[in-house]
């Protein structure tokens, strides 16, 4: 980040608003972003944690940031979004336990430079890679959904060299790596099937599709994925089990 200019008529915490504002404006810091911790981020910027939280309550106000109570501030959707709790849990494995008969073909596995959007998401350094993971799902009704996960690979070294036709991302993330999946931020809305998505999906282009967005993250907090996800809702609806207490 650029430093602060102590001698500007600005106050600080203007200045520092300011600049976050641009990083949102700006797609730095994509819809669903996660913050630096407040310490992390103070002593980044160079500024006490009083005079940060004058500019995030600034951003907040503003309706440009919330903060989760226990998880932290994130930017905002420009969209309404309900909290809904549900259990996390993949497509394989509601498949499998609703005893649905599936198949998976994998379009791409390969580990590439993540655009700007998901390198912010999954908290990557420049130059960091990522495991692009591009699937098609299909019952014996067609495919219903077509699926593209990004996974740090910093913290799932080889992960590439899995056999993801018969194997599960979370599997493999758990069971070879160790890993403790925590919880995942999970979004839902509607949107018209591109040419691409189309295709995937059996459907005519600009036919209405089911589009999922999830940033998952570790029991210690690290984001590891994030997942692009369309559904075909002619074949395949989602449902949430939610309890009032």
């Given at each position: 980040?650029s430093?602060?200019?102590?001698?500007?008529p600005?106050?600080?915490?203007?200045?520092?608003?300011?600049?976050?504002?641009?990083?949102?404006?700006?797609?730095?810091?994509p819809?669903?972003?996660?913050l630096k911790?407040?310490?992390?981020?103070?002593?980044?910027?160079?500024?006490?944690?009083?005079?940060?939280?004058?500019?995030?309550?600034?951003?907040?106000?503003?309706?440009?940031l919330?903060?989760?109570?226990?998880?932290?501030?994130?930017?905002?959707?420009?969209?309404?979004?309900?909290?809904?709790?549900?259990?996390?849990?993949?497509?394989?494995?509601?498949?499998?336990?609703?005893?649905?008969?599936?198949?998976?073909?994998?379009?791409?596995?390969?580990?590439?430079?993540?655009?700007?959007?998901?390198?912010?998401?999954?908290?990557?350094?420049?130059?960091?890679?990522?495991?692009?993971?591009?699937?098609?799902r299909?019952?014996?009704?067609?495919?219903?959904?077509?699926?593209?996960?990004?996974?740090?690979?910093?913290?799932?070294?080889?992960?590439?060299?899995?056999?993801?036709?018969?194997?599960?991302?979370?599997?493999?993330?758990?069971?070879?790596?160790?890993?403790?999946?925590?919880?995942?931020?999970?979004?839902?809305?509607?949107?018209?099937?591109?040419?691409?998505?189309a295709?995937?999906?059996?459907?005519?282009?600009?036919?209405?599709?089911?589009?999922?967005?999830?940033?998952?993250?570790?029991?210690?907090?690290?984001?590891?994925?994030?997942?692009?996800?369309?559904?075909?809702?002619?074949?395949?609806?989602?449902?949430?089990?939610?309890?009032?207490?």
């Open positions: 980040m430093t602060i200019d102590r001698d500007a600005v106050a600080i915490h203007a200045q520092l608003s300011d600049r976050f504002r641009r990083n949102i404006t700006q797609g730095e810091w819809p669903h972003y996660r911790s407040e310490p992390e981020l103070a002593r980044e910027c160079g500024v006490s944690r009083g005079t940060l939280r004058r500019a995030l309550h600034t951003l907040i106000a503003e309706g440009l919330r903060q989760v109570r226990g998880r932290g501030t994130f930017v905002t959707s420009t969209v309404i979004e309900p909290a809904i709790a549900q259990k996390l849990s993949t497509l394989t494995e509601d498949f499998a336990r609703a005893g649905v008969v599936t198949e998976t073909e994998v379009l791409a596995c390969e580990l590439i430079a993540p655009l700007k959007p998901v390198a912010a998401l999954l908290d990557l350094a420049p130059g960091a890679q990522v495991l692009r993971l591009a699937r098609l299909r019952t014996e009704q067609g495919p219903v959904a077509l699926l593209h996960n990004y996974v740090r690979a910093d913290i799932a070294p080889g992960i590439e060299q899995r056999d993801f036709v018969t194997l599960s991302l979370f599997g493999v993330l758990e069971d070879e790596y160790a890993l403790r999946i925590g919880n995942a931020r999970r979004t839902f809305s509607a949107e018209p099937a591109s040419g691409e998505i295709a995937a999906l059996g459907l005519e282009p600009g036919a209405p599709v089911q589009y999922l967005q999830q940033v998952t993250y570790l029991a210690d907090d690290r984001p590891v994925e994030y997942s692009d996800v369309w559904i075909h809702s002619g074949r395949l609806r989602v449902t949430s089990l939610l309890s009032r207490r």
